[in-house]
């Protein structure tokens, strides 16, 4: 059962992500190094708001709505997590870059199974990488945040294999653009989207 409760805890959802200003990727995957489409699979709350923030960069091809996490989504399991699955073409937007949004914009990594309304294990923050190279990357970024104190409260995101990725129906998918008059997109996804605009310009879509 989706949690969409409007009233409850939100001023977390309003909370500023960073304490400080947000430094790019150390540790790269080169943007040039393969033409070919890559996936990257990132969970960080409820996918509404993911997918609306990944769908408006330069370089992704596509963001599709879904779980990951488990063999399996089984009806009230809660062993899955609400996760956006991006193809994008990392000769036009790298893997460090997907990463630096989604720490600095689409979701708060500090919150432990849930994203501000949203509670539940389903809620968590993760990364779920398909290559070790990923892996290297996502670890040693969330590393370099740590060090520089970016957050005011520890990183909580998980860094683990995928192990399937499972696409949600069409009723959920782009839920954003389809309603951008609904009360819970308004208070917790619209944000994301100003604030993407305004940290990351350079990346958005005209």
């Known amino acids: 059962m989706r949690l969409r409760n409007m009233f409850l805890l939100s001023s977390l959802a309003l909370m500023p992500l960073a304490a400080a200003s947000f430094p790019a990727p150390t540790l790269d995957l080169p943007p040039a190094a393969n033409r070919q489409a890559e996936p990257a ?9 993911m997918q609306a923030v990944f769908e408006r960069l330069h370089g992704v091809l596509s ?3 879904g779980y990951a996490g488990a063999a399996a989504v089984k009806d009230g399991g809660k062993e899955h997590a609400e996760a956006v699955r991006i193809v994008y073409d990392p000769s036009r937007i790298s893997y460090g870059t997907l990463l630096e949004v989604f720490f600095a914009v689409a979701h708060d990594p500090t919150q432990l199974n849930r994203q501000g309304p949203d509670i539940g ?3 968590r923050s993760a990364i779920f990488y398909s290559t070790e190279a990923q892996k290297k990357v996502a670890e040693a970024y969330m590393e370099q945040l ?7 409260y520890p990183i909580v995101t998980r860094v683990t ?6 696409p949600v129906g069409e009723d959920q998918q782009h839920y954003v653009d389809r309603h951008p008059d609904s009360p819970y997109v308004i208070e917790n996804d619209l944000p994301k989207l100003e604030k993407l605009e305004g940290v990351f310009r350079e990346l958005v879509r005209k």
């Not at 699979?41 to 708001?49: E, K, R, T």
């Open 41 to 49: 699979v990132l969970a960080g709350g409820c996918y509404w708001g």
């Open 63 to 65: 963001v599709t709505a």
């Open 121 to 123: 294990t389903e809620y």
């Open 146 to 152: 740590a060090r520089a104190k970016v957050f005011r």
């Open 161 to 166: 294999p995928l192990t399937g990725f499972y």
